[in-house]
């Protein structure tokens, strides 16, 4: 339910200060949301890469315990095989590796997407001030 409250003086005297809305903001308010959108993506493409990597490194650990001479079972795409505990390990590390660089480049492509999404806030703020609110 909404609730009804009174309007203090301020923003009595801002709602006065209403600016029309122009196609240049509209654009740039409807581009900050995509750009919102593909952040919160990114974050949790970015999120899921580094547990899958936390979870590749826990299971490189656990297999330095294993006797050099054991077979263990290595998932590639949908089947199981067993193999020596030294080439699960490069396996393994190959794994971390890409991850590695998937992870950097989330976090270059987030990095981008958080400088745009500031410059639009800089703008649409310029513009509006506390009449737009663009924090999520």
């Known amino acids: 339910m ?3 409250r009174m ?4 923003e009595e005297e801002s709602a006065g200060d209403e ?5 240049v ?4 308010i409807n581009r900050f949301s995509r750009i919102h959108s593909r952040h919160k993506a990114v974050e949790q493409e970015l999120s899921a890469k580094q547990k ?3 979870d590749l490194e826990e299971i490189s ?3 330095e315990l294993a006797d050099e001479d054991d077979k263990v079972p290595y998932k590639i795409g949908d089947t199981f095989f067993t193999l020596p505990v030294p080439e699960v390990q490069e396996h393994l590390s190959s794994s971390v590796e890409k991850i590695d660089t998937q992870v950097s480049k989330l976090e270059e492509r987030l990095g981008e997407l958080s400088e745009e999404m ?3 806030k800089e703008a649409l703020y310029g513009r ?4 737009i609110n663009l924090e999520a």
């Open 52 to 54: 899958e990597k936390e």
């Open 128 to 131: 509006f001030g506390r009449s």
């Open 61 to 63: 650990t656990e297999l």
């Open 19 to 23: 600016k029309e809305v122009r196609k």
């Open 2 to 4: 909404l609730s009804r």
């Open 25 to 28: 903001d509209q654009e740039r």
């Open 7 to 10: 309007l203090s003086r301020e």
């Open 118 to 120: 500031s410059d639009l």
